[in-house]
Every structure is written in C-alpha cells, then in structure tokens.
C-alpha cells in the first residue's frame, strides 16, 4: 500500500522560508496530478498549490501566488512546496495530496484520492 510522507514543516518568524517534501513509499503510484493543501483547526481545508505530473502545468491559490512554488521530482516522484515571505495566514497543517485519473488537476479537495498524514508550519514572532 502506498503512502505518502510530508517533511520540512518547522517554525519561522514572518517573512521566512520553508520548504516541504512530500515523498511515496510503500509501493507503485503514478499520479497524474500531486498537490498541497493546508487546514487550520475549525476550518475548511484548502488547497495552496498542485502540479500536474507530465505536463508541469501548475496551480496556485490566490493568496500564495507569487511566494510559494511548487515543484517535482519526477524521477522519485517526490514533491516540493518552496514557500517565501511566509505570513502568520500561512500557519496550518499542510497536507500533500496525489490522483492518478486523467484531467486537469487544480486545487480542489475533490480531486484527490491519496493523502499524507500532514505537516506542520508555524508562522509567529
């Protein structure tokens, strides 16, 4: 059974820098699409960034466009959520996400079928 395992989450001041992996273990997946989402206690869940695994394309929540960038390794199929000019909005517990059905991938909860267990990002002065 695959699963998937974020790491890199940590506590920054604000304007910091973090970077999350997300990695598959466990066996064979081939997503078509891998993203990232983040929740905060008593709140929805909300999708920050994907990608789609052969063509790049990627998708980016209004609130982290131009500060966080998505990327993947394709050979290990890893992911990575770079994020700078980290805000105290950012904090939450961040999630990736992966599917393999074909069509376009975009941020929705939805869409995805395999979820890591989450990792935590604090940002605080």
């Known amino acids: 059974q695959v699963n998937l395992m974020e790491s890199g989450g940590g506590s920054v001041q604000p304007g910091g820098s973090l970077r999350l992996s997300c990695a598959p273990s466990g066996g064979t997946y081939r997503p078509t699409c891998m993203a990232w989402f983040r929740q905060v206690p008593g709140a929805r869940r909300e999708g920050v960034a994907a990608v789609s695994t052969a063509g790049g394309i990627t998708y980016y929540a209004d609130s982290v466009e131009g500060r966080f960038t998505v990327s993947q390794d394709k050979a290990s199929l890893t992911m990575y959520l770079q994020m700078n000019g980290l805000e105290p909005e950012d904090t939450g517990m961040y999630y990736c996400?992966?599917?393999?059905?074909?069509?376009?991938?975009?941020?929705?909860?939805?869409?995805?079928?395999?979820w890591g267990q989450g990792t935590q990002v604090t940002v605080s002065s």
């Open positions: 996400a992966v599917d393999r059905r074909y069509g376009p991938c975009g941020i929705l909860a939805s869409r995805y079928t395999l």
